[in-house]
């Protein structure tokens, strides 16, 4: 960022929380490729070891909560400090939360080994994780250079995967109409699609994070949002 | 998501009590000050923070003439109070400074008793028509102060008696007792201990409700805890100027920014 602190302790503490934040989107982005995955392969073992992960990154989270309340007491931070600190607890918080989810889409997965599902239907589900995957990357990226254009840049992606999830959503509806045996089934992927979704959501935010800690302010003018379609797709006509 | 924005424009700004136009201060031939514009917002608190030897203290002065004391200290440029040029060949420097009082860096009561320090200058100044008044007027003083309690059953001991922290408000009941407009305050708090500080501070945001208030502190977390306005200096000049939960968070100016991170080389 700036130049370094006349204490150089402050710096080493700002260092390791942005450290502690990396080791969790690293993680979060192994967590996101292997459910995807145990669900493509239906590999149950794969499944399992995504949901084994889980409190690895719980634990970060905390470790995330101790460093900041510890800088936040010892040091007083200001300014660009400041606002290093307050992004890191809820970026945490983010990839936190986008690890649930993908623990969610592998906990599914597990279940929908013994269900009938179209297997275009999990091809939807991949095809919406990509982007997905991709943009999750891409904030990590832009988080450890501390680059707003290209946080910018992934913030804007989100619409596509809003469409996505809207496509895949009317998919799934019309395979359980054709065969109403596929609905538990397409009843799970439909929720991890949404997981998915969400996931992206989490992304835009930590994109948003990104430049504020930078800049002091997220993207103000308003994402075209592409779901809005998706309600009148849900409404009986 | 909506991530917090910081508001980055001063709206509907209080007037300014006090106002530098173009100060420049030189002690000898070395210049300490440059070109510096400044409002003072009234019944506000303004901070003025900086390293040592930015110009801070040197402005603090000129806004009641102290430098005129200073052997070799030239002030040019422009200083109004309300509008008036307090540099005018017609002001009377005494008067001026009945409007203007100050609180310095270390308590200085004078070696006379509580009661003595308060009503010196309403005295001196005619403010009180009898002993009734007087005595009135340095009760009220001390009230403002948070002091009275403290003090009320003792009034006839030296000034000098006191804590550190009682002292200071000793100055800041004497300094309000002439009914000044504004109070410049030299690092009121740098000989004082937390508790007393606090004292302080929670005394400086009462008074801005009938004083306007300026404020030379070492301390930035001072700064951010009492003013509402703050002026960062650094070598003479006014880097940066705004309203102080803006200057605190969003900085402007990469040396403001350096400066309250703690990064200043």
């Known amino acids: 960022m700036a130049s370094e602190h006349t204490v150089r302790r402050f710096d080493q503490d700002l260092d390791q929380l942005s450290a502690t934040i990396s080791e969790m989107g690293g993680l979060a982005e192994v967590q996101i490729a292997d459910a995807l995955r145990a669900l493509r392969d239906r590999d149950g073992a794969l499944a399992e070891r995504v949901i084994s992960t889980d409190p690895k990154i719980d634990a970060l989270d905390a470790r995330v909560q101790d460093q900041t309340v510890q800088l936040l007491a010892l040091r007083q931070p200001m300014a660009v400090d400041l606002r290093v600190v307050l992004s890191s607890i809820k970026i945490a918080a983010a990839l936190e939360r986008i690890a649930d989810y993908a623990k969610n889409t592998a906990k599914r997965s597990l279940v929908l080994r013994d269900a009938s599902v179209p297997p275009a239907a999990i091809a939807g589900i991949d095809r919406l994780g990509r982007p997905v995957q991709a943009a999750l990357k891409d904030v990590l990226d832009a988080f450890a250079n501390g680059d707003v254009d290209k946080a910018r840049a992934v913030w804007e992606r989100d619409e596509e995967i809003d469409q996505s999830y809207t496509a895949l959503f009317r998919e799934l509806l019309t395979y359980m109409m054709e065969d109403p045996r596929s609905i538990t089934g397409c009843t799970h992927l439909l929720f991890m699609a949404k997981n998915i979704e969400r996931a992206g959501d989490h992304i835009t935010n930590i994109a948003e994070l990104v430049s504020f800690r930078r800049t002091g302010h997220g993207f103000a003018d308003r994402r075209p949002k592409g779901s809005a379609d998706l309600y009148s797709a849900a409404a009986p006509r | ?265």
Request: proline share 5%.
């Open chain 2, 1 to 265: 998501m909506t991530v917090l924005n910081i508001a980055t424009s001063i709206d509907a700004l209080p007037p300014p009590k006090m106002q530098g136009d173009k100060v420049n201060v030189y002690y000898g031939a070395k210049q300490a000050l440059f070109d510096v514009d400044l409002s003072v917002r009234e019944r506000h608190v303004t901070a003025l923070i900086g390293p040592s030897g930015c110009g801070k203290s040197t402005f603090l002065r000129c806004l009641n003439r102290m430098n005129d004391v200073v052997e070799g200290a030239r002030v040019e440029g422009r200083i109004a109070l309300d509008g008036q040029d307090i540099y005018d060949r017609g002001v009377d420097v005494v008067q001026l400074r009945a409007r203007i009082g100050m609180v310095f860096q270390k308590p200085n009561p004078f070696p006379k008793s509580i009661y003595e320090n308060v009503a010196y200058g309403p005295r001196i100044h005619g403010l009180a028509a009898g002993r009734a008044e007087l005595d009135a007027i340095v009760e009220t003083s001390l009230r403002r102060a948070g002091l009275w309690k403290e003090v009320s059953d003792r009034l006839d001991q030296p000034g000098t008696s006191l804590s550190g922290g009682q002292q200071q408000r000793l100055c800041i009941a004497r300094a309000i007792a002439v009914s000044p407009e504004v109070i410049l305050m030299d690092e009121p708090c740098s000989a004082l201990d937390p508790i007393a500080t606090a004292t302080i501070e929670e005394l400086i945001d009462e008074l801005r409700q009938n004083f306007t208030i300026v404020i030379v502190t070492h301390s930035m977390q001072q700064a951010a805890r009492v003013s509402q306005f703050t002026a960062f200096f650094h070598l003479g000049v006014v880097v940066e100027y705004g309203e102080t939960p803006r200057v605190f968070t969003t900085p402007v100016e990469k040396r403001t920014q350096d400066y309250i991170t703690g990064r200043f080389g």
